[in-house]
């Protein structure tokens, strides 16, 4: 078991008090499992994936802990947590490709990196350059400024530089938003192949397009309002959901051949409940057609079936 | 209604503008009342800078826009207002479009004050509501808030209801939805379809090829600033005659299907990627910049 979640909880300190962001979720990666992230805006899936390598600020961790490979990750001490980022814990950020320093050559800015974490340039260089061509990049990479590459080719950089002590967890924020499709299939595969050699053990793939996560991964965990909704394979996921949430989201999908005179898709009326102070119960319910009086009390994350969990009293039941 | 004829956009680039980007070369093409006709580009392909100067934001370096007949570069001051009446545009960040120091009521009072001075203030509410009535909004959970309030597909709703105060006749709906959830985002989009059925013109600008699937009578597909394929939707995504188009459709992550490893991706040759290849007839109402076409 490589990355083990219990009961983990972060929330943001603002003057009208705390908003619940991240509100109890228990779940586990498994060596060599692309788990998907998925969940519209809000719903705490970057929240989780930042608590899990660096918190912010405001974030602050209220309960629940973290094992990685068997270890416990000090979430809370950012010194402590030093010594697994980058070896143990890598990310791949969000703007990827605004994350590099737009004043220093890219072999100079991975030099001072490694270097910050006691690793010798020298030595890695050959597998560096190994992973680059790998991708597709050669060496001449390496002496040229960000604003040189194009954006495909500054995500590769990214990807590799983040891979390269061969993380246990590798945290990919919506790594393939900004990019065109092309570009898009290309990185998600490339990911697969890194965990295919091993560079990562266990990856989290977070993103609100569930189509291109049926693409890449293995399972996807959804979530809502700071809760999880439901997971189990991607395939099960996309083709057979069983959250009442899960279903409506992809229904909400436009897929290339659904046209809007044959077939006209509808989203879910309402919006996610506020998260400063979020209704007891499920948080789901006021938008949910199936809710009914036992949805005031909160539904517990649990196994529908052989590696699926569902939060949902209809689920659960059945 | 709409038409862009032989539209190019030269940028001056680098320092002191010595250099000259090509953004938008030779593009034609035409929009019925009540046409929904999608542009679809990768980032950089120009898609934006058409729509930019549909609305007069950017000017043409050659070619003409007219509607309606007359030139949309020649209007001069009272016939661009009336322009802008009739043709409006809606952007990506709804965030954007809105002053965030003030209400947002204060977007639509400008429509008030600036172009239908003569109602008088209850005949303003009655049509106020009316048109946040066909964007289905509840005026209660809208008006007197600010734009942090509400969320960005109320936002781009409200955007639309400020349009329908004037005479649109055509919309350019830039990226509309793409900073929108997938809850809400499609709603937004079956909006675009009412409009359509009230005789508005689109011109639906994405890079996302389902969305222009789902919602668009005619596509154009845009690549550095060319269109290398146009026509009916259904010909387009069901019979891709460009390879770049087919590489994008073989691109696009399905729900059902997953990517064939084994599949032949089409990538489009140099004497495509010359750009100089002429539009040539491929079937009714389908056109691909192709060499040896016949």
């Given at each position: 078991?490589?990355?083990?979640?219990?009961?983990?909880?972060?929330?943001?300190?603002?003057?009208?008090?705390?908003?619940?962001?991240?509100?109890?979720?228990?779940?586990?990666?498994?060596?060599?499992?692309?788990?998907?992230?998925?969940?519209?805006?809000?719903?705490?899936?970057?929240?989780?994936?930042?608590?899990?390598?660096?918190?912010?600020?405001?974030?602050?961790?209220?309960?629940?802990?973290v094992?990685?490979?068997?270890?416990?990750?000090?979430?809370?001490?950012?010194?402590a947590?030093?010594?697994?980022?980058?070896?143990?814990?890598?990310?791949?950020?969000?703007?990827?490709?605004?994350?590099?320093?737009?004043?220093?050559?890219?072999?100079?800015?991975?030099?001072?990196?490694?270097?910050?974490?006691?690793?010798?340039?020298?030595?890695?260089?050959?597998?560096?350059?190994?992973?680059?061509?790998?991708?597709?990049?050669?060496?001449?990479?390496?002496?040229?400024?960000?604003?040189?590459?194009?954006?495909?080719?500054?995500?590769?950089?990214?990807?590799?530089?983040?891979?390269?002590?061969?993380?246990s967890?590798?945290?990919?924020?919506?790594?393939?938003?900004?990019?065109?499709?092309?570009?898009?299939?290309?990185?998600?595969?490339?990911?697969?192949?890194?965990?295919?050699?091993?560079?990562?053990k266990?990856?989290?793939?977070?993103?609100?397009?569930?189509?291109?996560?049926?693409?890449?991964?293995?399972?996807?965990?959804?979530?809502?309002?700071?809760?999880?909704?439901?997971?189990?394979?991607?395939?099960?996921?996309?083709?057979?959901?069983?959250?009442?949430?899960?279903?409506?989201?992809?229904?909400?999908?436009?897929?290339?051949?659904?046209?809007?005179?044959?077939?006209?898709?509808?989203g879910?009326?309402?919006?996610?409940?506020?998260?400063?102070?979020?209704?007891?119960?499920?948080?789901?319910?006021?938008?949910?057609?199936?809710?009914?009086?036992?949805?005031?009390?909160?539904?517990?994350?649990?196994?529908?079936?052989?590696?699926?969990?569902?939060?949902?009293?209809?689920?659960?039941?059945? | 209604?709409?038409?862009?004829?032989?539209?190019?956009?030269?940028?001056?680039?680098?320092?002191?503008?010595?250099?000259?980007?090509?953004?938008?070369?030779?593009?034609?093409?035409a929009v019925?009342?009540?046409?929904?006709?999608?542009?679809?580009?990768?980032?950089?392909s120009?898609?934006?800078?058409?729509?930019?100067?549909?609305?007069?934001?950017?000017?043409?370096?050659?070619?003409?826009?007219?509607?309606?007949?007359?030139?949309?570069?020649?209007?001069?001051?009272?016939?661009?207002?009336?322009?802008?009446?009739?043709?409006?545009?809606?952007?990506?960040?709804?965030?954007?479009?809105y002053?965030?120091?003030?209400?947002?009521?204060?977007?639509?009072?400008?429509?008030?004050?600036?172009?239908?001075?003569?109602?008088?203030?209850?005949?303003?509410?009655?049509?106020?509501?009316?048109?946040?009535?066909?964007?289905?909004?509840?005026?209660?959970?809208?008006?007197?808030?600010?734009?942090?309030?509400?969320?960005?597909?109320?936002?781009?709703?409200?955007?639309?209801?400020?349009?329908?105060?004037?005479?649109?006749?055509?919309?350019?709906?830039?990226?509309?939805?793409?900073?929108?959830?997938?809850?809400?985002?499609?709603?937004?989009?079956?909006?675009?379809?009412?409009?359509k059925?009230?005789?508005?013109?689109?011109?639906?600008?994405?890079?996302?090829?389902?969305?222009?699937?789902?919602?668009?009578?005619?596509?154009?597909?845009?690549?550095?600033?060319?269109v290398?394929?146009?026509?009916?939707?259904?010909?387009?995504?069901?019979?891709?005659?460009?390879?770049?188009?087919?590489?994008?459709?073989?691109?696009v992550?399905?729900?059902?299907?997953?990517w064939?490893?084994?599949?032949?991706?089409?990538?489009?040759?140099?004497?495509?990627?010359?750009?100089?290849?002429?539009?040539?007839?491929?079937?009714?109402?389908?056109?691909?910049?192709?060499?040896?076409?016949?």
């Amino acid at each position: 078991m490589s990355l083990a979640v219990d009961d983990l909880r972060v929330y943001y300190r603002t003057l009208r008090g705390d908003v619940r962001a991240l509100d109890g979720v228990t779940f586990t990666v498994a060596d060599g499992e692309i788990m998907g992230l998925a969940g519209e805006s809000g719903c705490g899936k970057t929240t989780l994936g930042k608590s899990l390598i660096r918190l912010d600020g405001r974030m602050r961790v209220i309960g629940g802990t973290v094992h990685l490979d068997g270890t416990e990750l000090p979430l809370s001490d950012d010194g402590a947590m030093n010594a697994f980022r980058f070896r143990e814990v890598s990310i791949v950020p969000q703007y990827a490709m605004s994350a590099m320093n737009p004043i220093r050559k890219i072999g100079r800015m991975i030099s001072e990196l490694l270097d910050s974490r006691d690793v010798s340039y020298d030595e890695t260089l050959p597998e560096l350059s190994r992973r680059l061509a790998l991708v597709g990049l050669d060496d001449a990479v390496l002496d040229r400024y960000p604003i040189e590459l194009s954006g495909g080719m500054k995500q590769r950089v990214v990807m590799v530089l983040s891979t390269l002590m061969n993380p246990s967890l590798l945290i990919a924020d919506e790594l393939t938003s900004a990019l065109d499709v092309s570009t898009q299939k290309a990185v998600a595969e490339m990911l697969v192949e890194f965990r295919d050699r091993k560079f990562v053990k266990s990856t989290i793939v977070i993103t609100h397009d569930l189509s291109i996560l049926y693409q890449m991964a293995d399972t996807i965990l959804v979530m809502y309002a700071g809760k999880l909704v439901e997971k189990a394979s991607a395939a099960q996921i996309t083709q057979d959901p069983k959250h009442p949430y899960t279903q409506l989201l992809l229904g909400s999908l436009p897929e290339v051949g659904v046209r809007f005179a044959e077939r006209r898709l509808s989203g879910i009326p309402g919006r996610p409940p506020s998260l400063l102070n979020p209704p007891t119960g499920c948080r789901f319910r006021a938008r949910c057609p199936l809710a009914f009086e036992k949805c005031a009390e909160e539904p517990p994350f649990v196994e529908i079936g052989p590696n699926r969990h569902a939060a949902c009293w209809k689920v659960g039941a059945a | 209604m709409l038409e862009v004829s032989g539209v190019t956009k030269i940028f001056k680039t680098g320092m002191f503008g010595r250099e000259l980007t090509t953004a938008v070369s030779d593009v034609s093409f035409a929009v019925q009342p009540g046409e929904v006709i999608s542009l679809i580009g990768e980032s950089g392909s120009g898609k934006t800078t058409v729509g930019r100067m549909i609305l007069r934001l950017t000017e043409p370096t050659a070619g003409a826009i007219t509607f309606d007949g007359h030139d949309v570069a020649s209007l001069g001051r009272r016939e661009l207002r009336r322009y802008y009446a009739h043709v409006q545009g809606v952007f990506q960040d709804p965030f954007s479009s809105y002053n965030p120091v003030f209400k947002v009521d204060r977007v639509l009072g400008m429509i008030h004050s600036s172009y239908l001075r003569d109602l008088s203030a209850s005949e303003w509410k009655t049509k106020l509501q009316k048109s946040l009535e066909a964007v289905s909004l509840e005026p209660a959970d809208v008006l007197g808030k600010y734009p942090h309030q509400l969320s960005g597909g109320q936002l781009q709703r409200l955007m639309i209801a400020r349009a329908l105060l004037l005479e649109l006749q055509f919309l350019v709906a830039d990226e509309i939805i793409s900073m929108l959830d997938a809850s809400t985002r499609i709603d937004v989009l079956n909006l675009l379809g009412d409009l359509k059925a009230r005789g508005v013109g689109i011109l639906f600008i994405t890079h996302d090829l389902s969305l222009g699937n789902y919602i668009s009578d005619r596509t154009l597909i845009l690549r550095r600033g060319r269109v290398v394929e146009m026509g009916a939707t259904e010909k387009v995504y069901g019979n891709p005659a460009h390879p770049y188009t087919q590489m994008l459709l073989t691109s696009v992550p399905h729900l059902t299907e997953r990517w064939d490893p084994t599949a032949q991706v089409p990538t489009p040759t140099p004497a495509d990627e010359d750009g100089d290849a002429p539009l040539v007839k491929v079937a009714d109402d389908h056109f691909a910049a192709i060499r040896g076409a016949t």
